[in-house]
């Protein structure tokens, strides 16, 4: 019975001790939180702002570019493939983390360049001159592909450690921008919501073998105009040659919207 | 670092396979996908009997509005014909067209037939009868859009208004800007404000029944307050919204007309708000010591591009408006000055202007911050870019200098791309800040 009050006492002092400890660990969490929270923001507003203003506005609009684009593509149909190498955008295997500079530099300065020499090229019309034509024409093309965007970078890591499957992507990815500009329907044929696939088979310089209707849309004017894309898009970037196999045998199957 | 590497690689694999661009399946072959076809712009025309040859010309006059996806050929003369007959298709056919909208009398003087003829499959597509009332204007786009929607499955922009600033009334020693809408191609032109002041940033609600603004009071008038105002359509009145001290404006109606945002510098600095309309409570957006101005809503409102100072220059954020600081991220990095932001109805695609070679020019990016394109050039000072609702168009103002003392700004509309259609306004002075009913 002593025990009692004592006992009493006790609990009541614990807790008194133990609330204030809890509502303090709660304040703390909760403090945590909001600290948490703000450091998100600042690194957020830090990102943000890290990413400086390397590069310029686009000096040409969209149509001078799709200009450009087309005759291109133009050249390409009368010359070889090699031009069409040259397409691909150069990822230097070390190129790791400093995504955008690289880029952007480039950017600029072939604006640059485009700007002063692309004129006096023209007037002049030296081989050398045409030469860096083309060579322009090949990044421009890119360029109005890649939709002028500021590139996150692609390049996180080097091509020395990529696989068979990341290769085959990286090619894959470049084919829906090489086919889209080929790919057009009247409106009558646009309102519909089709789809068919398409299963093309490719050479070793990119040269479309075949193409086949491998999922129908149902109607025959569709698949035809989709089918006739894939043959003005002729020749393909060209498979890098691990993947050889792969675009022999018809495993890309495009689809026509998806 | 070689495990950091292949992790890293993995993770790339991970996020292709999840991109969408190709998708493997169970036989060994891999989807890609093209996506949307372009456009082969179809070949039409209007033609009309004798009684119904204006309306023709308003109808012509709207496709060829839709340059990327429309060719217009030359009407021609009347051609007789009666409500059952059936036109000449081969004749159509060998010229190249795909659609013919025909126009007809109907059964009384008042009535207008328009149908709506496919040329390929030899085939009545649409009729409708519409009732020539005093605004001819009115029936034709109402016309045009019922045969637009049959031919592509989604509305036109035949049936919506632009509002826009005009100083026409003013002169330079008492400059007066008012507040007009017309139709989307200039036509019925009507001046709604009388406030002898400078109206500034109107915009439209969602339904068009509302139409918000800023004033600058004339000199008349005490003070420089720049007070929000709010006007009725219907009833023609406008009334005060927000009359903080300093600056009330930039303001746009989010989904429901309930509440717009705008921007207030009652706190000392500018920054974004949401109002509700009825209750004017106020909710903080943006809150950073750099102004936040220029709010631009998408249509689920889910997203807010707004112009900011916080990289030490104008650019362009986004947000999430439902909290204060949301989801905050910047998407233009580059150009000296970008100013008014504006989203497509879809959300994906913002305008805007920039400083470039001495003047303003109009830009379009992507608000994942791709896809930087310039839409205009050598084309004198660009500014004030909107979408219009379908996406197809944008309206901007154009402003060319006359002489050292004189410079004329109307407004122009170009497709999304940066073909420029034509200007919608004329003889009104400098025109300023288009915008687009839904």
């Given at each position: 019975?002593?025990?009692?009050?004592?006992?009493?006492?006790?609990?009541?002092?614990?807790?008194?001790?133990?609330?204030?400890?809890?509502?303090?660990?709660?304040?703390?969490?909760?403090?945590?939180?909001?600290?948490?929270?703000?450091?998100?923001?600042?690194?957020?507003?830090?990102?943000?702002?890290?990413?400086?203003?390397?590069?310029?506005?686009?000096?040409?609009?969209?149509?001078?570019?799709?200009?450009?684009?087309?005759?291109?593509?133009?050249?390409?149909?009368?010359?070889?493939?090699?031009?069409?190498?040259?397409?691909?955008?150069?990822?230097?295997?070390?190129?790791?983390?400093?995504?955008?500079?690289?880029?952007?530099?480039?950017?600029?300065?072939?604006?640059?360049?485009?700007?002063?020499?692309?004129?006096?090229?023209?007037?002049?019309?030296?081989?050398?001159?045409?030469?860096?034509?083309?060579?322009?024409?090949?990044?421009?093309?890119?360029?109005?592909?890649?939709?002028?965007?500021?590139?996150?970078?692609?390049?996180?890591?080097?091509?020395?450690?990529?696989?068979?499957?990341?290769?085959?992507?990286?090619?894959?990815?470049?084919?829906?921008?090489?086919?889209?500009?080929?790919?057009?329907?009247?409106?009558?044929?646009?309102?519909?919501?089709?789809?068919?696939?398409?299963?093309?088979?490719?050479?070793?310089?990119?040269?479309?073998?075949?193409?086949?209707?491998?999922?129908?849309?149902?109607?025959?004017?569709?698949?035809?105009?989709?089918?006739?894309?894939?043959?003005?898009?002729?020749?393909?970037?060209?498979?890098?040659?691990?993947?050889?196999?792969?675009?022999?045998?018809?495993?890309?199957?495009?689809?026509?919207?998806? | 670092?070689?495990?950091?590497?292949?992790?890293?690689?993995?993770?790339?694999?991970?996020?292709?396979?999840?991109?969408?661009?190709?998708?493997?399946?169970?036989?060994?072959?891999?989807?890609?996908?093209?996506?949307?076809?372009?456009?082969?712009?179809?070949?039409?025309?209007?033609?009309?009997?004798?009684?119904?040859?204006?309306?023709?010309?308003?109808?012509?006059?709207?496709?060829?509005?839709?340059?990327?996806?429309?060719?217009?050929?030359?009407?021609?003369?009347?051609?007789?014909?009666?409500?059952?007959?059936?036109?000449?298709?081969?004749?159509?056919?060998?010229?190249?067209?795909?659609?013919?909208?025909?126009?007809?009398?109907?059964?009384?003087?008042?009535?207008?037939?328009?149908?709506?003829?496919?040329?390929?499959?030899?085939?009545?597509?649409?009729?409708?009868?519409?009732?020539?009332?005093?605004?001819?204007?009115?029936?034709?786009?109402?016309?045009?859009?019922?045969?637009?929607?049959?031919?592509?499955?989604?509305?036109?922009?035949?049936?919506?208004?632009?509002?826009?600033?005009?100083?026409?009334?003013?002169?330079?020693?008492?400059?007066?800007?008012?507040?007009?809408?017309?139709?989307?191609?200039?036509?019925?032109?009507?001046?709604?404000?009388?406030?002898?002041?400078?109206?500034l940033s109107?915009?439209?609600?969602?339904?068009?029944?509302?139409?918000?603004y800023s004033?600058?009071?004339?000199?008349?008038?005490?003070?420089?307050?720049i007070d929000l105002?709010?006007?009725?359509?219907?009833?023609?009145?406008?009334?005060?919204?927000?009359?903080?001290?300093?600056i009330n404006s930039g303001a746009?109606?989010?989904?429901?007309?309930?509440?717009?945002?705008l921007t207030t510098?009652?706190?000392?600095?500018?920054?974004?708000?949401?109002?509700?309309?009825?209750?004017?409570?106020?909710?903080?957006?943006?809150?950073?010591?750099?102004?936040?101005v220029d709010?631009?809503?998408?249509?689920?409102?889910?997203?807010?591009?707004?112009?900011?100072?916080?990289?030490?220059?104008?650019?362009?954020?986004?947000?999430?408006?439902?909290?204060?600081?949301?989801?905050?991220?910047?998407?233009?990095?580059?150009?000296?000055?970008?100013?008014?932001?504006?989203?497509?109805?879809?959300?994906?695609?913002?305008?805007?202007?920039?400083?470039?070679?001495?003047?303003?020019?109009?830009?379009?990016?992507?608000?994942?911050?791709?896809?930087?394109?310039?839409?205009?050039?050598?084309?004198?000072?660009?500014?004030?870019?909107?979408?219009?609702?379908?996406?197809?168009?944008?309206?901007?103002?154009?402003?060319?200098?006359?002489?050292?003392?004189?410079?004329?700004?109307?407004?122009?509309?170009?497709?999304?791309?940066?073909?420029?259609?034509?200007?919608?306004?004329?003889?009104?002075?400098?025109?300023?800040?288009?915008?687009?009913?839904?």
């Amino acid at each position: 019975m002593n025990h009692h009050p004592l006992q009493r006492h006790l609990t009541i002092s614990a807790g008194m001790h133990v609330i204030p400890l809890a509502l303090l660990v709660l304040y703390l969490l909760f403090l945590n939180e909001k600290l948490s929270e703000t450091r998100k923001i600042n690194i957020k507003l830090l990102e943000t702002s890290v990413r400086v203003d390397m590069v310029a506005m686009p000096e040409m609009t969209l149509r001078e570019l799709k200009t450009v684009n087309v005759s291109q593509v133009n050249d390409n149909k009368g010359g070889s493939a090699e031009s069409t190498t040259k397409v691909e955008a150069p990822i230097k295997p070390d190129d790791i983390v400093m995504k955008t500079e690289t880029s952007k530099k480039d950017f600029k300065s072939f604006l640059k360049e485009l700007g002063q020499k692309l004129p006096k090229n023209e007037k002049k019309g030296t081989p050398k001159g045409t030469k860096m034509n083309e060579d322009l024409r090949a990044d421009l093309r890119n360029l109005v592909v890649a939709g002028n965007k500021l590139s996150e970078g692609r390049a996180l890591v080097g091509n020395g450690t990529q696989s068979n499957s990341a290769e085959f992507e990286k090619y894959l990815g470049m084919i829906p921008d090489h086919v889209r500009p080929f790919w057009l329907l009247p409106s009558y044929l646009k309102k519909d919501m089709l789809q068919c696939r398409i299963r093309i088979y490719l050479g070793r310089d990119g040269m479309l073998l075949k193409a086949v209707v491998f999922e129908p849309s149902g109607n025959e004017e569709y698949d035809e105009r989709a089918i006739s894309a894939v043959q003005k898009a002729s020749p393909f970037p060209v498979p890098p040659t691990e993947l050889l196999s792969k675009v022999l045998n018809g495993e890309i199957i495009l689809g026509f919207p998806l | 670092m070689k495990i950091l590497l292949y992790v890293l690689n993995a993770l790339v694999i991970f996020c292709l396979s999840f991109s969408g661009v190709a998708q493997e399946t169970s036989d060994g072959v891999t989807v890609v996908a093209v996506g949307e076809a372009g456009a082969i712009k179809a070949r039409m025309t209007v033609v009309s009997d004798t009684k119904t040859e204006d309306i023709k010309e308003i109808i012509a006059s709207d496709f060829a509005f839709y340059v990327r996806t429309f060719e217009v050929l030359d009407t021609g003369a009347p051609i007789t014909g009666t409500l059952s007959q059936t036109i000449d298709h081969s004749h159509y056919n060998n010229k190249g067209l795909s659609y013919v909208l025909q126009l007809l009398r109907g059964k009384n003087d008042n009535a207008v037939v328009l149908k709506v003829w496919d040329i390929k499959s030899k085939g009545l597509l649409a009729e409708v009868e519409g009732v020539r009332e005093d605004n001819v204007r009115g029936l034709a786009h109402t016309l045009s859009d019922y045969a637009y929607q049959k031919l592509l499955n989604k509305k036109s922009v035949f049936k919506t208004k632009i509002i826009f600033v005009s100083d026409v009334l003013g002169s330079p020693k008492n400059p007066i800007k008012e507040l007009y809408i017309s139709d989307f191609d200039g036509h019925n032109l009507r001046q709604l404000t009388r406030h002898s002041g400078n109206v500034l940033s109107p915009s439209f609600s969602n339904n068009g029944k509302k139409i918000v603004y800023s004033l600058i009071r004339g000199q008349n008038f005490r003070g420089r307050n720049i007070d929000l105002f709010i006007y009725d359509v219907d009833s023609k009145k406008s009334e005060i919204l927000s009359s903080f001290p300093g600056i009330n404006s930039g303001a746009v109606f989010l989904p429901g007309d309930q509440e717009v945002l705008l921007t207030t510098s009652h706190s000392g600095n500018a920054e974004i708000y949401r109002m509700n309309i009825k209750t004017k409570e106020l909710t903080q957006i943006t809150s950073h010591p750099a102004p936040d101005v220029d709010p631009s809503i998408n249509r689920d409102g889910s997203l807010m591009a707004f112009l900011s100072g916080r990289p030490g220059k104008a650019e362009i954020y986004l947000s999430d408006p439902s909290g204060m600081e949301k989801d905050v991220r910047r998407i233009s990095f580059v150009g000296e000055f970008n100013a008014t932001p504006r989203f497509s109805t879809d959300g994906k695609e913002i305008v805007f202007s920039s400083w470039i070679n001495n003047s303003f020019d109009i830009f379009r990016i992507n608000s994942d911050a791709s896809g930087l394109v310039r839409l205009t050039k050598d084309f004198g000072s660009n500014e004030a870019p909107v979408f219009s609702p379908d996406g197809e168009f944008i309206a901007f103002t154009s402003q060319r200098v006359i002489s050292s003392r004189s410079a004329v700004q109307n407004i122009y509309i170009m497709g999304r791309d940066g073909e420029i259609i034509r200007p919608i306004t004329n003889k009104m002075g400098n025109c300023s800040t288009p915008r687009w009913s839904n």
